[in-house]
């Protein structure tokens, strides 16, 4: 069965500081690695995706992240984030076998402090 | 374009009751899909219609129905609303081209709660 943990279900950050949000994935075959941001009360956006190639990707809003196949891991950093960056984030993955269906993360509510 | 919209956006049911929410996409997609998202536990797939014409159950779809009613829009129908219903139903849509490299588009959720 595939699934995808996130670690921290909160992370506050003061603003300015860096931050990392953990995902990590179960599957045997190869996946595909998303990042979705959802602000409140709306519906989720695409932050950054991993298909293939470079292992580093580069999203929207000084978003990266990182895969390793090895840790079997996907996870978000930034390096100084901002008050606006408070929202929920989503790692999500599709495995290549199944074509149509994502598998979500519970989601990691950042807090960015003043 | 207006990406995915959903009607309502917000719903309030008595036990029992029933009704539908709305999706339409207007990027030409062929994949579609309904989630359910509650606090603690991340989006849960509902159910998902592959192309037109098909529809596949996710991992929540019991009390559901759905149809795909043309390539645009897919609608999600709770026959008899329970109060473990009360939820965020978010639709989405992927992919031209249908393959597992295409992205997820979602709408902007329907906030049902069922007294």
């Known amino acids: 069965a595939q699934s995808v943990t996130q670690l921290d279900s909160q992370v506050p950050v003061f603003e300015e500081a860096p931050v990392e949000l953990r995902c990590n994935y179960s599957s045997s075959v190869s996946v595909y690695l998303f990042w979705y941001v959802q602000y409140p009360n709306q519906g989720l956006q695409l932050l950054l995706k991993y298909l293939s190639g470079s292992t580093l990707v580069k999203g929207i809003n000084g978003f990266e992240a990182e895969f390793n196949k090895s840790q079997t891991s996907f996870h978000l950093r930034k390096p100084s984030v901002h008050i606006s960056d408070t929202a929920e984030y989503f790692c999500?993955?599709?495995?290549?076998?199944?074509?149509?269906?994502?598998?979500f993360g519970t989601g990691t509510s950042l807090t960015v402090i003043p | 374009n207006a990406g995915v919209t959903q009607t309502p956006k917000f719903q309030v049911l008595k036990t029992g009751q029933s009704m539908t929410l709305q999706c339409a996409q207007d990027?030409?997609?062929?994949?579609m899909y309904w989630y359910r998202q509650d606090p603690g536990m991340g989006l849960r797939l509902i159910y998902y219609s592959a192309s037109e014409g098909t529809t596949d159950k996710g991992e929540v779809p019991n009390g559901y129905n759905v149809s795909r009613l043309n390539k645009r829009e897919f609608s999600l129908r709770l026959e008899s609303a329970a109060p473990s219903q009360t939820s965020v139903y978010f639709c989405?849509?992927?992919?031209?081209?249908?393959?597992?490299?295409?992205?997820?588009?979602f709408g902007p959720g329907t906030r049902l709660t069922v007294l």
């Open positions: 990027m030409n997609h062929n994949s």
């Open positions: 999500a993955v599709r495995i290549s076998n199944t074509g149509n269906q994502f598998y």
């Open positions: 989405a849509s992927s992919g031209s081209a249908g393959g597992p490299t295409d992205t997820q588009y």
